[in-house]
């Protein structure tokens, strides 16, 4: 009963090739993020989407585009993977900016991204 | 300097003792969050809010907005509830992306 599904899992991948990464829900929410996990550091904000084809920039965004050509999909492509880029990336999906439930946001499970 | 500071980033407590992990921000929100991440890895919403006082089992969230402070308590702490705690917040006209502190580690000895 996830409603938020991120693929793949885990993934290496080389330095220099492009990589994809999935994120699916079934909540039919309006809003997905894309966010990156590092040590020492806070989750960040990748990229987000407020709507179908409606996508903006967030806080560490160089390297990084998405797309969203269907409500329930948001796709984080690294066009050209580097070190820097091995992270645990993290989904979220919320239904409103202005969340009525008491949390407002789920999370996928992460996909654990090694660049060699 | 942070937006979101967290403190202490590292916690040991016995079971049993009440918890308190403590969250303070330097933006004007509109709402705050508290995560739990487990080993595995994944993140669950704990609470959300704007004002006042949220209860929920063993865990209690409060907020000062003109402090701009929280504070997340664990009553009768307990091995199972040994994760990482993150407090994020929802700047002021945002689309609704978070702000996150950097965690509490929190691990309960039996």
């Known amino acids: 009963d996830a409603g938020i599904t991120q693929s793949p899992r885990h993934k290496v991948t080389e330095t220099g090739t492009p990589v994809t990464l999935r994120c699916h829900q079934t909540?039919?929410?309006?809003?997905m993020y894309w966010y990156r996990q590092d040590p020492g550091h806070g989750l960040r904000l990748i990229h987000y989407?407020?709507?179908?084809?409606?996508?903006d920039k967030g806080e560490v965004s160089d390297g990084y585009s998405v797309s969203r050509s269907k409500t329930e999909d948001f796709l984080l492509t690294l066009e050209s993977a580097t070190s820097s880029q091995t992270s645990v990336y993290f989904c979220?999906?919320?239904?409103?900016?202005?969340?009525?439930?008491?949390?407002?946001?789920?999370f996928g499970s992460g996909t654990r991204l090694t660049v060699v | 300097k942070n937006e979101v500071e967290q403190s202490p980033q590292n916690l040991t407590a016995q079971e049993g003792e009440f918890i308190t992990i403590n969250c303070s921000y330097s933006?004007?929100?509109?709402?705050l969050h508290w995560l739990q991440q487990h080993p595995g890895g994944g993140i669950v919403s704990l609470f959300m809010?704007?004002?006042g006082k949220k209860k929920h089992g063993r865990l209690i969230a409060t907020i000062n907005i003109q402090e701009k402070h929280s504070s997340l308590h664990i009553t009768a702490s307990h091995p199972r509830d040994s994760a990482v705690y993150i407090c994020?917040?929802?700047?002021?006209?945002?689309?609704?992306?978070?702000?996150f502190g950097k965690g509490t580690k929190l691990s309960v000895k039996p």
């Open positions: 994020a917040v929802r700047s002021r006209g945002s689309q609704g992306n978070l702000i």
């Open positions: 989407s407020y709507g179908v084809k409606d996508t």
């Open positions: 909540e039919n929410h309006r809003y």
């Open positions: 979220a999906i919320s239904e409103s900016i202005w969340d009525r439930t008491n949390g407002g946001y789920t």
């Open positions: 933006v004007g929100i509109s709402a």
């Open positions: 809010l704007s004002s």
